[in-house]
């Protein structure tokens, strides 16, 4: 039961806890004073709930029972735009697209309230206004660092980051305008908030084990890149980038840079130490302590832009997957078995970085179900896997049988060795019935052959 017990323990991060009301902050009209503390506190209240392997379930009532009783009232969705600038003469647009059509909160199609911050490359935030976005809207705000709110002892920032909260789905998306002549834009769309993902498709941790990439980059010619890294995570953190060529091979690594909650750390011309090259660039922060709340947690976007000419445009990071993340998909044919369970099954894999998904088929013997074709989902982390049916319910599919049963099974394999997958299952339903048992699966060959 160890695995399952960290599988459960792992997906217990997923906690959001709301922050203090800006709502009440105008009403009491200290909202223009507030603003600095109310963004705090949103940061406070994402950070206080890490996603972590290690932290318990049992927190969260106390965390419930506390917003309670502090009448918390806040936000539910997180969006970043990692860079945005009005330096020499360029400027910045955003828009803001409340895509919802319903509301448990509101009746009716719902407006969204929408927060921005501005925050420094020092970490400060800088300026903070509130919006008001219709259902379908796509709300354009045109310059948008002038048209932010300055907090107290802020307004200087001339190029930062945005931190965007919502309290209704919405995304976000920034023109750069760099040249005042040819107003020639380049397009960022918003990162989503990254501290609540499955691991799978956090794209902020950046540890030497699983970087983040920039797909490309060019000292050259007319062209040159720039990179700006956000860290995110409520700890200081060393950033070190590395420079490889197109071929793969490392050039050059830089030294690393600390960057401070919030902070971050700027490059106009990020691969000046090796002119005339290009590829691709990896992000790594050398310090994480994943058992530490503190942690630094890094996003980043790269400008590819020319010095003679109207163009630019943005690559944003990438989460590479761990280098022992073994690729997986594939068509997997084996047996499974338990006290209850003895069958020749069919897995086929698809697979997304570290994310699996795809179908379990019961092809012949006894298995627990009436069902006999499920999806699936999982992950291969730390080159363990664990995959678990989707479906909750069985032998529903048919209105003349007997009501359904809520059921769960899971497969998990500690290790991949060449081609064969093993390990242990647990099979669980309403009825009282459980099993444990074993699998080994064989991958057959590629889902989509060549005949």
């Not at 000419?309 to 078995?337: I, R, Y």
């Not at 730390?382 to 069985?394: A, C, K, R």
């Not at 209105?399 to 359904?404: A, L």
């Amino acid at each position: 039961m160890r695995t399952f017990e960290w599988a459960t323990c792992f997906l217990s991060g997923l906690l959001l806890l709301s922050s203090t009301s800006l709502a009440q902050n105008r009403a009491v009209g200290h909202y223009r004073v507030d603003q600095r503390q109310a963004m705090q506190d949103r940061l406070r209240a994402i950070r206080q709930s890490l996603s972590n392997p290690t932290r318990s379930l049992s927190s969260l009532p106390i965390q419930v029972d506390q917003a309670k009783q502090e009448g918390i009232d806040g936000t539910n969705f997180v969006n970043i735009l990692p860079f945005v600038t009005k330096e020499n003469g360029a400027r910045t647009n955003i828009g803001i697209n409340n895509f919802s059509q319903s509301s448990l909160a509101r009746e009716d199609r719902p407006t969204a309230t929408v927060e921005i911050g501005l925050y420094d490359p020092s970490g400060n935030l800088d300026r903070s206004s509130i919006f008001s976005v219709r259902s379908n809207e796509m709300l354009q705000i045109n310059h948008i660092i002038n048209v932010l709110d300055p907090v107290q002892g802020g307004g200087s920032a001339t190029t930062g980051w945005l931190l965007i909260f919502s309290d209704e789905p919405v995304t976000a998306w920034a023109s750069v305008i760099l040249d005042q002549t040819s107003n020639d834009p380049a397009m960022l769309v918003a990162i989503a908030d990254q501290i609540f993902k499955p691991a799978a498709f956090v794209e902020s941790q950046g540890t030497p084990s699983n970087p983040l990439l920039i797909h490309s980059s060019v000292k050259g010619g007319a062209f040159k890149s720039r990179l700006a890294v956000i860290n995110i995570g409520s700890g200081a953190g060393r950033v070190r980038v590395k420079l490889f060529s197109q071929s793969g091979a490392l050039q050059e690594a830089l030294p690393a840079v600390s960057i401070d909650p919030n902070g971050m750390f700027i490059s106009d011309d990020i691969r000046m130490p090796v002119p005339s090259t290009f590829g691709p660039i990896n992000i790594e922060v050398e310090d994480v302590d994943t058992e530490d709340n503190t942690m630094p947690r890094i996003v980043a976007t790269s400008l590819i832009e020319s010095t003679t000419g109207p163009f630019a445009g943005f690559l944003p990071a990438f989460a590479l997957p761990q280098h022992t993340t073994a690729a997986m998909a594939g068509t997997w044919e084996g047996s499974v078995t338990g006290g209850i369970t003895n069958a020749q099954v069919r897995l086929t894999l698809f697979q997304e970085r570290d994310m699996l998904y795809g179908s379990l088929e019961i092809l012949s013997g006894t298995f627990p179900t009436t069902d006999r074709f499920f999806d699936i989902k999982g992950d291969v982390i730390d080159g363990s896997v664990l995959l678990e049916i989707q479906q909750v319910l069985d032998n529903c599919r048919h209105p003349d049988s007997d009501p359904c049963t809520v059921f769960a099974y899971r497969l998990f394999a500690e290790s991949i060795s060449g081609s064969t997958l093993s390990g242990d299952t647990v099979y669980i339903d309403g009825s009282g019935r459980s099993d444990s048992g074993s699998f080994t699966l064989d991958r057959l060959g590629a889902i989509y052959t060549s005949e």
